[in-house]
């Protein structure tokens, strides 16, 4: 049985997640999940090393259709949805030099 | 006419084709219906009365005709509709309108079907109650106190208050189903890969799926007939031929067909006034001709562990698209970077269920834990789909009771996220196991509604339709009227 969550660890988690978290919500969360995570990992129980999992109930692989010309999204369209634009590109914060 | 708002979609659609009554004059009725009741109700997030009006315009002009032709419908917030707001009930898409329509709603146009608005949803369709919406809860038509069910409970909601003949909701583990069960109504989830999830934003994408909410078992298949089908653009779209589902509403008979009645979906858990309402049913199929015998399916207890692991692993990853840089929310704060930009924006754009799954997910993913987690799940997942092919090797359906309980108060489970999960106890299976799922109402528990899910294989939902059809006509019969005749008017006010 894995070891509780602990506060530290839902922090990390938030941070790999790309998601900010106020205090108070990490001390909700740690103990939320550790009551989730407690009930979810009775799974263990009932699987054995021969049986092969299921990632999905349609077994499909590889499909392919012709490679046609189709019209695509209108672009002035798609950048009026977006944060911001300029020059008929989406423009976004900058990327390096990030702040340490 | 009689008052429009409570024809049934296939009676509105004759009257529209017999010229009784135009399709503007059916798109009024419920745009006038929306404003006096969804105050009280608050099923729709936003109403398009303007594009309502002119789809119920073309109809009458001839442009289209069909069994669907000028029915209004309400669609729920998860399908992107050309240039109308869809946010998913999130605050991180508010304000954002698609630049291209949903498989789904592009057949609704072709099928001549008037989209009223879009309907209120538990955040990115996590929840059992519309309480995750960022916009407020849905309030139950049976009981405004209480919860419609979620996520599609805003769907669930505008059918049950006659604002609306019919709806378009998403069942990832219940969503559909659990919804229609409170609210008095008929759910349905299509076999998985039956309904296209082209512009469907993604929640958990190995068990979404989009599915009709009616008054009546008829007008569910109606619906389900209009939308269903292979769909290139969806590459998880089954490339086979939809099952009758309207010609097996016809069934009045249930002779030679074998239900089984699963032992594990009952008993501990389930509130005495859901399981007698769900017996008293099961006697009916008896007395329609159907042999019932009980079946057992061991591994079912390990479905609401393993959809709490797979549901939030995916949903971690589908949603990582809301970085902020090409659509929807953006907090920028001074100068901020890329990441710092993208991590407070989803602080501040989502709300704490999905934050919870986010990190659910992360953590079941992560390395160290995936075996353990992750991919214990997807082998619980192969047990439940061996459970269900052996009870359909000896029966043509299961039924149980949709939901352990009737409609909960609202706030009574919004504190407690695992009390609030067990209410997709029964309906989760289905998801796992990609088969086809219905749930119909079946009578009332202290004055409110319960749902008798109805399950088939996979690619046999007109199985659904010819048990349902029957089910309802009997006890519609027995009952002397519907049983949603029995809900409160919500326009007799003091």
Not at chain 2, 340 to 365: C, H
Request: negative net charge; aromatic residues 6%.
């Amino acid at each position: 049985m894995p070891e509780p969550i602990t506060r530290d660890e839902v922090a990390h988690l938030a941070r790999l997640a790309r998601l900010e978290c106020t205090d108070a919500e990490l001390d909700t969360f740690a103990g939320q999940l550790e009551v989730i995570l407690g009930s979810v990992a009775r799974v263990a129980e009932v699987v054995a090393d021969d049986i092969p999992p299921t990632s999905h109930s349609v077994p499909l692989t590889n499909v392919f259709r012709e490679d046609v010309v189709r019209p695509s999204l209108d672009r002035d369209e798609v950048l009026a949805a977006a944060p911001a634009a300029e020059d008929g590109r989406f423009e976004v914060p900058r990327m390096l030099d990030e702040a340490p | 006419m009689a008052d429009l708002t409570t024809l049934t979609a296939a009676e509105t659609a004759s009257a529209i084709a017999a010229r009784e009554v135009s399709a503007v004059e059916v798109t009024q009725a419920h745009l006038d219906r929306i404003a006096a009741v969804d105050g009280d109700v608050h099923a729709f997030l936003h109403v398009d009365a303007e594009g309502a009006l002119e789809a119920a315009a073309r109809v009458d002009a001839g442009e289209i005709s069909g069994p669907l032709a000028g029915v209004p419908l309400a669609l729920k917030d998860v399908l992107a509709q050309r240039g109308v707001p869809t946010t998913c009930g999130s605050k991180i898409l508010e304000g954002w309108r698609p630049p291209y329509d949903a498989t789904v709603v592009t057949r609704l146009r072709e099928a001549g079907v008037v989209i009223l608005g879009k309907t209120n949803m538990d955040e990115f369709a996590m929840g059992s109650s519309t309480e995750n919406s960022a916009y407020g809860p849905s309030h139950n038509p049976w009981d405004l106190s209480r919860i419609p069910g979620g996520s599609s409970g805003g769907s669930a909601a505008a059918v049950a208050a006659y604002e609306a003949p019919l709806a378009i909701g998403t069942d990832t583990g219940g969503s559909i189903r659990q919804p229609a069960a409170v609210c008095g109504l008929v759910g349905v989830k299509p076999t998985y890969g039956g309904v296209s999830r082209y512009g469907l934003v993604a929640f958990s994408s190995s068990l979404d799926q989009a599915g009709p909410l009616a008054r009546t078992v008829l007008d569910a298949a109606l619906l389900h007939a209009a939308i269903a089908g292979h769909d290139p653009m969806d590459s998880t779209s089954i490339d086979a031929p939809v099952p009758d589902v309207v010609g097996a509403c016809a069934s009045r008979d249930l002779t030679g067909v074998t239900v089984g009645v699963v032992r594990e979906l009952g008993g501990e858990g389930y509130e005495a006034g859901v399981e007698a309402a769900f017996h008293a049913s099961v006697e009916v199929l008896t007395a329609l001709g159907a042999d019932v015998v009980e079946v057992s399916c061991p591994h079912f207890p390990y479905a609401l562990p393993a959809y709490y692991l797979i549901a939030p692993s995916e949903c971690s990853s589908n949603l990582a698209r809301f970085d902020a840089m090409r659509f929807g929310l953006r907090v920028q704060v001074g100068d901020a970077g890329a990441e710092e930009v993208m991590a407070t924006t989803r602080e501040q754009g989502f709300g704490p269920e999905v934050k919870r799954r986010i990190i659910l997910g992360t953590y079941a993913l992560s390395s160290g834990y995936y075996d353990a987690y992750y991919g214990q799940a997807q082998k619980v997942r192969t047990l439940i789909t061996r459970d269900f092919d052996a009870a359909f090797e000896t029966v043509d359906v299961l039924v149980s009771p949709t939901t352990p309980g009737v409609a909960f108060p609202i706030g009574e489970k919004a504190d407690d996220p695992m009390a609030m999960y067990l209410s997709d106890i029964a309906s989760i299976p289905s998801n796992l196991a990609g088969n086809a799922s219905m749930s119909l109402p079946c009578g009332l528990a202290g004055g409110l509604p319960v749902g008798l899910q109805i399950i088939a294989p996979p690619l046999a939902d007109d199985r659904l339709y010819r048990v349902g059809a029957a089910l309802e006509a009997a006890l519609d019969e027995r009952r002397g009227a519907t049983l949603l005749a029995s809900a409160p008017s919500l326009t007799a006010r003091p």
